[in-house]
């Protein structure tokens, strides 16, 4: 079931460096050229993705197999909702594709059966929201597109129409809204696509179109 995790929590103490990057859309080599000059350590730090692993980029199904690397996290993307549908029926399949899901179908059969236990799996057990805790105190959280309360607060129930702004609103970046959320001391999105990261309060929208022929992935450390 999609979204079937909401929270998921992080301690800073167990890794190095933890790093978030902005959407990655299938873009593997350009992610790993980005991790090779921020001097990544495989073994010891951790990168959080703010969801969007897939689609407009060829290599979505290199990207999605990073979910099983200890050193790679995510939460789930409005990108992740129509791969999860398109597989399962006509209509959202002609969404999907029309929003980059073409690199699904041109997997051989072998690639196909295993990207569908890949989606459910992440899917399934990646969450919509996430709270890291950095060794210095702070608490950081992440979400896909945009937060929906005033403040926030770990395991708050959350509804349909709650979920549709943590996975599609653009409200608060078009309106450059610069209220702070309560309850964390950052927060950081995607989904909108920018020419360089933006911050409004304390929200960092940090989707610099990887995609893009002039985009890039962006990183933010924050521990």
Request: with cysteine; hydrophobic share 35%; aromatic share 14%.
């Amino acid at each position: 079931m999609f979204g079937e995790k909401l929270y998921n929590k992080i301690e800073g103490k167990n890794f190095e460096k933890i790093y978030i990057c902005g959407d990655i859309h299938g873009q593997y080599d350009k992610l790993f050229e980005s991790l090779n000059k921020i001097n990544f350590n495989f073994e010891k730090d951790l990168l959080i993705t703010v969801g969007d692993l897939v689609d407009r980029g060829e290599d979505s199904f290199k990207v999605l197999k990073l979910i099983d690397e200890k050193w790679f996290d995510c939460i789930l993307g409005n990108h992740e909702l129509m791969a999860y549908s398109g597989v399962r029926d006509k209509e959202s399949e002609i969404f999907w594709r029309r929003f980059g899901g073409d690199w699904f179908f041109n997997l051989n059969e072998n690639q196909k059966q295993e990207a569908l236990l890949k989606l459910n799996q992440v899917s399934s057990t990646k969450p919509l929201i996430l709270e890291i805790n950095t060794t210095n105190g702070k608490k950081h959280v992440v979400c896909h597109a945009n937060y929906p309360f005033e403040e926030y607060q770990y395991n708050f129930p959350l509804s349909n129409e709650d979920i549709d702004v943590i996975l599609w609103s653009r409200d608060r970046i078009d309106s450059r809204d610069n209220s702070i959320i309560k309850g964390a001391d950052k927060f950081y999105f995607g989904h909108s696509i920018l020419k360089e990261p933006v911050q409004l309060g304390n929200c960092h929208f940090i989707d610099t179109g990887s995609f893009l022929k002039n985009g890039f992935i962006t990183f933010m450390r924050i521990q």
